[in-house]
Nanobody, 130 residues
Framework: QVQLAESGGGSVQAGESLTLSCGIS????????MGWFRQAPGKEREGVAS??????????VYADSVKGRFTISQDSAEKTLYLQMNSLKPEDTAMYYC?????????????????????WGQGTQVTVSS
Protein backbone atom coordinates (compact mmCIF):
# COMPACT_ATOMS: atom_id res chain seq x y z
CA GLN A 1 0.00 0.00 0.00
CA VAL A 2 1.39 3.39 -1.00
CA GLN A 3 1.91 5.70 1.95
CA LEU A 4 2.70 9.40 1.86
CA ALA A 5 3.98 11.41 4.79
CA GLU A 6 4.28 15.18 4.76
CA SER A 7 6.58 17.25 6.94
CA GLY A 8 7.98 20.75 7.13
CA GLY A 9 4.92 22.78 7.97
CA GLY A 10 4.94 25.48 10.62
CA SER A 11 4.12 29.04 11.54
CA VAL A 12 5.92 31.87 9.75
CA GLN A 13 5.60 35.57 9.10
CA ALA A 14 4.46 36.93 5.77
CA GLY A 15 7.34 37.11 3.32
CA GLU A 16 9.20 34.17 4.82
CA SER A 17 9.82 30.76 3.29
CA LEU A 18 9.08 27.13 4.08
CA THR A 19 9.92 23.87 2.37
CA LEU A 20 7.50 20.99 2.62
CA SER A 21 8.61 17.40 2.10
CA CYS A 22 6.63 14.29 1.26
CA GLY A 23 8.14 10.87 1.78
CA ILE A 24 6.79 8.02 -0.33
CA SER A 25 6.79 4.37 0.71
CA UNK A 26 5.13 1.12 -0.29
CA UNK A 27 5.37 1.78 -4.02
CA UNK A 28 5.53 -1.49 -5.92
CA UNK A 29 4.55 -0.10 -9.31
CA UNK A 30 4.91 3.30 -10.91
CA UNK A 31 3.66 6.60 -9.63
CA UNK A 32 2.89 8.87 -12.56
CA UNK A 33 1.88 12.19 -11.03
CA MET A 34 2.40 13.75 -7.65
CA GLY A 35 1.05 16.99 -6.36
CA TRP A 36 0.58 19.35 -3.48
CA PHE A 37 -2.87 20.43 -2.43
CA ARG A 38 -4.15 22.65 0.33
CA GLN A 39 -7.34 23.17 2.25
CA ALA A 40 -8.15 26.17 4.37
CA PRO A 41 -10.94 26.07 6.99
CA GLY A 42 -14.33 26.31 5.32
CA LYS A 43 -12.90 26.00 1.83
CA GLU A 44 -12.59 23.19 -0.67
CA ARG A 45 -9.30 21.42 -1.24
CA GLU A 46 -7.41 23.04 -4.09
CA GLY A 47 -4.45 22.07 -6.20
CA VAL A 48 -1.24 24.01 -5.62
CA ALA A 49 1.35 22.29 -7.80
CA SER A 50 1.74 19.03 -9.67
CA UNK A 51 4.58 17.21 -11.35
CA UNK A 52 4.92 14.21 -13.64
CA UNK A 53 7.28 11.78 -11.95
CA UNK A 54 7.51 9.24 -14.75
CA UNK A 55 10.18 11.05 -16.74
CA UNK A 56 11.13 14.35 -18.30
CA UNK A 57 9.30 16.41 -20.87
CA UNK A 58 6.23 17.42 -18.87
CA UNK A 59 6.42 20.80 -17.18
CA UNK A 60 5.03 21.16 -13.67
CA VAL A 61 1.70 22.87 -13.25
CA TYR A 62 1.04 25.59 -10.66
CA ALA A 63 -2.05 27.31 -9.42
CA ASP A 64 -2.12 30.95 -10.51
CA SER A 65 -2.07 32.05 -6.88
CA VAL A 66 1.37 30.52 -6.28
CA LYS A 67 3.12 30.94 -9.63
CA GLY A 68 6.50 32.54 -9.21
CA ARG A 69 6.53 31.87 -5.45
CA PHE A 70 6.26 28.08 -5.10
CA THR A 71 8.41 25.40 -6.72
CA ILE A 72 7.62 21.68 -6.82
CA SER A 73 10.44 19.19 -7.23
CA GLN A 74 11.25 15.56 -6.63
CA ASP A 75 14.19 13.47 -5.58
CA SER A 76 13.56 10.12 -7.22
CA ALA A 77 16.42 8.41 -5.44
CA GLU A 78 15.14 9.51 -2.04
CA LYS A 79 11.50 9.03 -3.08
CA THR A 80 10.70 12.47 -1.79
CA LEU A 81 8.54 15.26 -3.16
CA TYR A 82 9.22 18.86 -2.17
CA LEU A 83 7.39 22.15 -2.24
CA GLN A 84 9.57 25.22 -1.82
CA MET A 85 7.36 28.10 -0.74
CA ASN A 86 8.76 31.62 -0.89
CA SER A 87 7.20 35.01 -0.20
CA LEU A 88 4.47 33.41 1.84
CA LYS A 89 1.23 35.32 2.32
CA PRO A 90 -1.48 35.02 4.99
CA GLU A 91 -3.79 33.59 2.32
CA ASP A 92 -1.41 30.64 1.96
CA THR A 93 -2.47 29.47 5.41
CA ALA A 94 -3.92 25.98 5.09
CA MET A 95 -3.38 22.30 5.65
CA TYR A 96 -1.09 21.10 2.88
CA TYR A 97 -1.43 17.59 1.48
CA CYS A 98 0.76 15.49 -0.74
CA UNK A 99 -0.96 13.20 -3.25
CA UNK A 100 -0.05 10.69 -5.94
CA UNK A 101 -1.71 8.79 -8.76
CA UNK A 102 -1.61 5.24 -9.96
CA UNK A 103 -0.22 4.77 -13.47
CA UNK A 104 -2.53 6.86 -15.61
CA UNK A 105 -2.17 9.86 -17.83
CA UNK A 106 -3.43 13.29 -16.87
CA UNK A 107 -3.64 16.28 -19.13
CA UNK A 108 -2.45 19.60 -17.80
CA UNK A 109 -5.99 20.73 -17.12
CA UNK A 110 -6.54 17.94 -14.60
CA UNK A 111 -3.17 17.80 -12.89
CA UNK A 112 -4.48 20.07 -10.12
CA UNK A 113 -7.81 18.27 -9.69
CA UNK A 114 -7.92 16.53 -6.30
CA UNK A 115 -10.40 13.82 -7.38
CA UNK A 116 -8.00 12.25 -9.89
CA UNK A 117 -5.40 11.46 -7.21
CA UNK A 118 -5.44 8.02 -5.61
CA UNK A 119 -3.14 8.30 -2.62
CA TRP A 120 -3.03 11.02 0.04
CA GLY A 121 -0.93 11.94 3.03
CA GLN A 122 -2.28 13.15 6.36
CA GLY A 123 -1.28 16.76 5.81
CA THR A 124 0.98 19.34 7.39
CA GLN A 125 -0.23 22.72 8.66
CA VAL A 126 1.16 25.96 7.29
CA THR A 127 0.21 29.17 9.08
CA VAL A 128 1.32 32.56 7.77
CA SER A 129 0.75 35.62 9.91
CA SER A 130 0.84 39.21 8.76
Amino acid sequence: QVQLAESGGGSVQAGESLTLSCGISGVTGTIYFMGWFRQAPGKEREGVASIYTGGSGVMPVYADSVKGRFTISQDSAEKTLYLQMNSLKPEDTAMYYCAATRPKWLNRATMLTPSVYDYWGQGTQVTVSS
